[in-house]
């Protein structure tokens, strides 16, 4: 079978010819029909996480499959992967087949695209809870998203929506973003200072959900009204948060951390809820396809922020 194997930490995945595992007791064994590319992946293969598998190693958290052997699935089952170390300090999905541990799979509606099945998990998850268990949005609020354009910010800004919000204020970087918003959600284009020139002086919101961090989450919490609350994702522009203490007390807006690793049994009871409304079309995930060969390129796009949703490779 073919597989994405890390060899060298800090370098692209090689595509390797290697034989197809054989699944032992209390295994399952599948052919792989989509494996997401996550910014998790790309932390491991860098080698400078605290988890470190052997090499060589391959990688792929997230993914979707179809039974081919098992005492637990029927053959042909489709399940989602993920869990029990697959993709960590256990081979994972960017290959044709995989076998692991009965309790990695999970059987879904088949009526969910296995694209889809292999991204939704950890940005629909994210942005339900940072609307709801964390910022605790209600029905009449203004909400900023900041990079709305992505995976988990669309998903964040189209929960906002449904739970009633009055606006929902998208802030992407680049002008290109702006047409990848969902629908309903206005755009607001730019970095730093051209954000607080477009947004003026005043609040305008009661709530920010911030996955881009860097130097647009400043701007964005003098944009909160006192009493407010930001819900802290991500920091993909950057990982530093300066606060001149005086100004922050007075403004009373609340800095709250989404922190998905300490919730992992509430994405578990969240997946099915969410599964339906995706097959039913109540919100929507935006995935962009690649082979398996072109892993390396998709890779590089996402670090470049020049993929429109979720990465996913087919094999």
Not at 45 to 69: M, N
Not at 91 to 96: P, T
Not at 197 to 216: R, W
């Amino acid at each position: 079978m073919r597989a994405a194997r890390l060899h060298e930490f800090g370098r692209a995945p090689v595509i390797d010819d290697i034989d197809v595992p054989v699944r032992a007791p209390g295994q399952t064994l599948v052919r792989v029909d989509a494996a997401a590319l996550g910014h998790l992946d790309m932390t491991i293969a860098s080698g400078t996480f605290d988890v470190r598998p052997e090499l060589p190693h391959i990688g792929g958290t997230d993914g979707a499959g179809t039974v081919v052997e098992s005492d637990t699935f029927a053959p042909g089952t489709k399940v989602l992967i993920r869990g029990g170390g697959v993709g960590l300090f256990k081979n994972g999905c960017w290959a044709e087949y995989l076998a692991a541990a009965d309790k990695v799979f999970t059987p879904f509606d088949t009526a969910l695209d296995p694209t889809v099945a292999a991204t939704f998990f950890l940005p629909s998850t994210t942005g339900y809870v940072a609307v709801h268990d964390v910022a605790r949005v209600v029905a009449g609020e203004r909400v900023v998203v900041s990079g709305a354009s992505g995976a988990v910010g669309s998903m964040a800004a189209q929960f906002a929506l449904a739970a009633g919000a009055a606006e929902v204020i998208g802030v992407v970087p680049r002008d290109d973003q702006a047409a990848l918003l969902p629908a309903g959600v206005r755009p607001v284009v730019g970095r730093g200072e051209q954000v607080a020139d477009a947004l003026g002086t005043e609040p305008i919101a009661e709530v920010l959900i911030d996955t881009l961090g860097g130097d647009l989450l400043p701007v964005l919490l003098r944009r909160i009204v006192p009493g407010g609350r930001a819900a802290l994702i991500g920091y993909t522009l950057g990982t530093d948060l300066q606060l001149d203490l005086p100004n922050w007390l007075l403004a009373d807006v609340a800095l709250l951390p989404v922190n998905m690793i300490r919730r992992t049994a509430r994405q578990a009871e969240l997946a099915p809820e969410l599964i339906a409304m995706l097959v039913a079309g109540a919100v929507e995930l935006a995935v962009q396809t690649f082979p398996l060969d072109e892993i390396a390129s998709a890779l590089q796009a996402m670090r470049d922020g020049k993929v429109t949703g979720r990465a996913v490779v087919t094999p």
